[in-house]
């Protein structure tokens, strides 16, 4: 956690529309950046959208400082509750050209699928992580379910990530809870 920062995750893009991922963060000191998207539902185009969101850092990275070459690790953490059947990268293997045959075509972009109904709940429990308890919240059903991890994480969570914690809660509160009982 030491190593890691938060950093800016909305882009512009060339088409002036506002693109935005869930969070980035970039190892301090060095050009590299993980982008974590968090997915509630299945989206084919998933392979595109990380695609565009890491041309779009590494754009914006490229025009903060020209002479570092970013490199971008993207993860989709999915909470959905159907089964995830995207693929994982964008390319097209193969293709024929006149008598030859040609690998490899396109642009590879692969991401990092993190399926959350895929981690029990006590593995998730044993990590005692801000991102690990993020999961439980997501893993919740109903509002008893909720208001039992909050208890069993809140427990666990540090005092400096505690202000973060906070934050991972509303958000993943709002589908269950209204304004007045999130803040309660």
Known sequence: EEEIEQYNSSYITKEYKDKQSDIVYKLKNKSIYFLVEHQSSVDKEMPIRIMEY??????QTLQN??????????????TGKEK??????????????GNEQVDNLG??????LID??????????EEKTLIANAMLVEKCKTKKDVLHVIKEITDNTKEEQKETMERILKYGLSRLFNQKEIEE
């Open 107 to 112: 642009i590879n972009v692969k991401y990092n």
């Open 65 to 78: 400082d020209s002479y570092s070459k970013p490199s971008v690790i993207p993860i989709v953490i999915y």
């Open 54 to 59: 890491s041309l779009e850092l590494i754009r």
């Open 84 to 97: 995830w059947r995207v693929e994982k990268e964008y390319i097209r293997k193969k293709e024929k050209l």
């Open 116 to 125: 959350i109904n895929q981690i029990s709940k006590r593995k998730l429990l």
